[in-house]
């Protein structure tokens, strides 16, 4: 079964009225939800549309993509297996610092 999760939004009377009129008494969940899947839908699939149109028009910029998916997947690799380690820090004492910056200033 398909998990779900319960939210309530506030409408206008009349456009409410107009919901339950075009989906029918206890069917308003169900025409929403259709509506919601069809929008988003739509919009990924004019997203993959301009996606493409733009590497159409321009080859160079597939090939880029391509790098960069590559880099971002072995990044992701390596970072799983532990490749990547947390840097120390160089401390910086006070009296380095002080003295930085009054010799800057003067």
């Not at 080859?59 to 990547?84: M, S």
């Amino acid at each position: 079964m398909e998990r779900v999760r319960t939210f309530s939004i506030n409408l206008p009377f009349p456009l409410y009225e107009k919901l339950v009129n075009k989906a029918g008494k206890g069917r308003v969940s169900t025409f929403i939800k259709k509506l919601v899947e069809k929008e988003l839908s739509d919009e990924e699939e004019e997203l993959a549309q301009a996606y493409k149109e733009c590497y159409t028009n321009n080859p160079h910029l597939l090939e880029e993509a391509k790098l960069w998916e590559k880099a971002g997947i072995e990044a992701w690799l390596n970072y799983e297996r532990g490749v990547y380690h947390k840097k120390s820090t160089k401390k910086v004492s006070k009296s380095t610092s002080k003295k930085t910056s009054r010799n800057r200033w003067q």
